[in-house]
């Protein structure tokens, strides 16, 4: 099923026309069909050990990806929903080769297949988590291996795979990605804004831009000297790198990934909590000593066991292990449970949970029907001219009925939130409202208006931005000041109390009629 009613009428498009189209042309418009029955795709995207598997490992909630200090991940590997755990080497001529998870159920670090053979790996596991997310783990982008910064590339941004015989999953799988969590490491530096510039130039239309792309700033516990807190630290630095971003990510999420990754996926036992509580009795001065440093960690004198203050180590890292140390000096009999949520807390993890909801999962429908589009607008660009004309037909019918003005907004929002297109900050940050929410009481700045105070207000803006399209604005300005403008006109028409006679009652104060094709 589509994921929305967007979705769903580009999906009837697809269906309506590829039974007109050249067989070419058919076959890829089905594809582009095919995407849209598929839950949003995150590719998880950065450099080499930036903590990239831990945080896919933390979002799925399972163990699965390889993590660790050497180059762990080197093909592109899918995890998505399915009825039985299984692992698939997809290789480059689209053959799959089953493989069993490793004894501690993780994806096997050694596939035994030359990875130049590979086109990717496709997890299928049982997590709820997965059921409208599908996450793709990516090879580190300044990989010291040429081919697989190749391959990243090929899978994020659909470059067209080598080999034109590919079976149907792994063309889908090699396509773009909907939506890039991007994951950085201490300051962003101008060769990561570079790699960034370059997923702009590189990608299909939507598959990177502050639409859909969020910045994490992950390993936020490093910052932390000699155990100490880190947040005060990250703060600043957060807000800098979301500046020196604003115009590739929507917003940038500090987030200690490896305590995300060790609470979500349930890695602390009992005997790790009474190994920590052991470390909490010590001596105020002993503890300290030990927290100064890994090596004083592991190798000094303690009642706890070096091979468990490894292991400890392992999952929580020195800031963890002293966050868990200072709960339990406090809270001695806490439960193992009870330390999780407090570590869950501490890593970051719930507020980036949130930002995903609200940047990819809800706006999923329009995400998805937007890329759907822009890869019906390439089948067109590079068909023949009977199909280029039947499918830019049905395209403009599409965008020019009401509800689905908001795939035009979110263009529009795109061109202006990269700076494609500069407008003035306030008209800026109203459209993006606009293109990015449906709630009428948000985009108008109006949290505590009725509906027809909201009305009113759109009324306003509408003209607002028709003014501007006609007085001030330069021609691509005026193109999108006058999106704007029928966009909030159409807003105004929601907000309008149903005509007598007319089925339904008007709209609750505060919230519109999904106009904006949100369910
Ligand atoms: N202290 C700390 N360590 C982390 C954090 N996130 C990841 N790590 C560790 O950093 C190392 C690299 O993490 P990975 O998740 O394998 O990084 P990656 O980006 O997937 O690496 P490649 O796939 O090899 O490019 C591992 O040892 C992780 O345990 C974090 O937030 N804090
Ligand atoms: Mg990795």
């Given at each position: 099923m589509p994921a929305g009613p967007l979705c769903a009428r580009v999906a009837q498009l697809c269906d309506e026309v590829a039974t007109r189209l050249s067989a070419p042309a058919a076959t890829r418009v089905r594809r582009v069909r095919r995407r849209l029955d598929e839950p949003l795709r995150v590719a998880v995207a950065g450099r080499l050990k930036a903590g990239k598997s831990t945080l896919v490992n933390a979002l799925i909630g399972r163990r699965v990806a390889p993590t660790g200090?050497?180059?762990?991940?080197r093909v592109v590997t899918q995890f998505r929903y399915g009825t039985a755990d299984r692992v698939d080497v997809v290789r480059r001529d689209g053959t799959r080769v089953p493989l069993p998870m490793d004894?501690?159920?993780?994806?096997?670090?050694?596939?035994?297949?030359p990875q130049a053979a590979i086109s990717y790996v496709d997890v299928a596991l049982t997590?709820?988590?997965l059921r409208d997310l599908i996450v793709v783990d990516t090879p580190g982008?300044?990989?010291?291996?040429?081919g697989i910064s190749g391959g990243t590339r090929r899978y994020l941004?659909?470059?067209?795979?080598?080999?034109?015989?590919?079976d149907d999953a792994s063309v889908a799988a090699l396509s773009?990605?909907?939506?890039i969590v991007y994951v950085f490491t201490q300051a962003v530096r101008a060769d990561d804004v570079a790699a960034l510039e370059s997923f702009r130039s590189l990608s299909?239309?939507?598959?990177?831009?502050p639409v859909n792309s969020l910045g994490l700033f992950s390993?936020?516990?490093?910052?932390?000297?000699?155990?100490?807190?880190?947040w005060p630290v990250a703060a600043p630095l957060v807000a800098g790198q979301a500046e020196v971003l604003r115009r590739v990510v929507s917003d940038v999420v500090p987030v200690v990934g490896l305590l995300a990754e060790t609470t979500e996926a349930g890695r602390l036992t009992d005997a790790d909590t009474a190994a920590l509580r052991a470390l909490a009795a010590c001596p105020a001065g002993e503890r300290a000593v030990l927290l100064a440093s890994v090596d004083l960690f592991v190798d000094r004198d303690c009642p706890v066991p070096a091979a468990a203050r490894r292991r400890l180590l392992e999952r929580l890292d020195l800031y963890g292990v002293a966050l868990a140390m200072s709960h339990l000096a406090a809270?001695?009999?806490?439960?193992t449970g009870e330390l999780v949520r407090a570590l869950a807390q501490a890593s970051g993890f719930p507020r980036l949970r949130q930002t995903l909801d609200h940047t990819f999962r809800w706006r999923s429908d329009a995400i998805k029907a937007g890329s759907a589009v822009a890869g019906l607008e390439r089948v067109a660009d590079t068909g023949e001219p009977a199909d280029r004309e039947l499918l830019r037909g049905a395209i403009e019918d599409l965008v020019r009925l009401p509800e689905y003005h908001r795939l035009r907004l979110l263009d529009a929002a795109q061109v202006v939130s990269t700076g494609e297109v500069p407008l003035p900050p306030v008209l800026e940050q109203e459209l993006t409202r606009l293109a990015l929410s449906d709630d009428p009481a948000f985009i108008l700045g109006l949290?505590?208006?009725g509906a027809p105070e909201l009305g009113a207000a759109a009324r306003a803006a509408a003209v607002r931005w028709r003014a501007f399209a006609v007085a001030d604005a330069t021609p691509a300005q005026s193109r999108v000041a006058l999106v704007a403008h029928r966009g909030f006109h159409l807003l105004a028409q929601s907000l309008q109390p149903a005509a007598p006679?007319?089925?339904?009652?008007?709209?609750?104060?505060?919230?519109?009629?999904p106009v904006w094709g949100a369910p």
């Open positions: 200090a050497g180059e762990c991940t004894d501690a159920g993780m994806v096997p670090r050694r596939l035994g297949i997590s709820d988590r982008l300044s990989s010291a291996t040429a941004f659909g470059e067209p795979p080598v080999d034109d015989d590919l773009a990605a909907e939506a299909a239309r939507l598959s990177s831009n390993k936020v516990d490093k910052l932390a000297g000699g155990g100490g807190d880190p809270a001695p009999r806490s439960s949290p505590t208006a006679g007319q089925a339904g009652p008007a709209p609750a104060a505060g919230r519109a009629a």
